[in-house]
């Protein structure tokens, strides 16, 4: 190209994602959790206080959204890439809570600070970005990926998509694929745009007439 020869590469990052060649993302998720642990500790070096409020919000500020960059797009499947994640804020939630005793338990420090498991918190941002694609929020086309659900029961969403058959992973737990599936997951009570609303925190008020 322009007389430069390409060097074939299995790795190349496009705007902050890491792409393989073999459609993994097990290089990404490794940098990722590495870049995210290194921050850790930096923190854990230079902000020695005692407040919990402020080590916390520094984890958030600073540490999660690295843990959480695009990932619409690479949300790993694997329970390998999903611990190697999840490592990076169970050691956050220890120097938070100051407990780093092997017999603490982490499970508790995270209940009792109500953070969600990145999993969860990844799952939401999935639905949120669906919501956005179905309702044209944002200019990502769908008319060729979703069509309505043909058959409907008194148990399914009526606001269901048929499901896109898929054999190899790489696809199969690919964006529109994955989140499908979880989307026809909500209870036909709970309408998108409450559900929505609930995921974004916000609570409803009516408009004075």
């Known amino acids: 190209m322009y007389g430069h020869i390409l060097e074939s590469v299995k790795h190349a990052k496009y705007l902050g ?3 393989s060649a073999d459609l993994k993302w097990n290089t990404h998720i490794q940098q ?3 870049k995210a642990n290194k ?3 930096f923190i854990r070096r230079n902000l020695k206080v005692q407040s919990q409020t402020i080590k916390e919000r520094a984890y958030q500020t600073l540490i999660r959204p690295k843990l959480e960059y695009c990932c619409t797009v690479w949300d790993p499947f694997t329970n390998e890439n999903i611990k190697s994640l999840e490592k990076v804020q169970r050691r956050a939630a220890r120097y938070v809570c ?3 005793h092997n017999t603490s338990s982490v499970s508790e420090m995270l209940d009792t600070m109500k953070w ?3 999993q969860e918190r990844r799952l939401r941002t999935r639905l949120i970005m669906f919501h956005k694609i179905v309702n044209e929020k944002i200019a990502i086309p769908s008319q060729n990926v979703l069509q309505q659900s043909q058959s409907t029961t008194r148990s ?3 606001e269901s998509y048929r499901q896109i058959h898929c054999n190899k992973d790489s696809f199969k737990f690919s964006f529109f694929c994955q989140t499908i599936k979880d989307w026809n997951k909500l209870t036909p009570e709970i309408t998108k745009k409450q559900y ?3 995921l974004q925190g916000c609570t409803h008020t009516r ?3």
Do not use: D, M, V
């Open 17 to 19: 994602i890491t792409i």
């Open 32 to 34: 990722t959790a590495a």
């Open 39 to 41: 921050s850790l500790g």
């Open 98 to 100: 100051n407990r780093h």
């Open 116 to 118: 969600q498991t990145l």
């Open 156 to 158: 399914t969403n009526k």
């Open 196 to 198: 929505y609303r609930k």
């Open 207 to 209: 408009r004075a007439p």
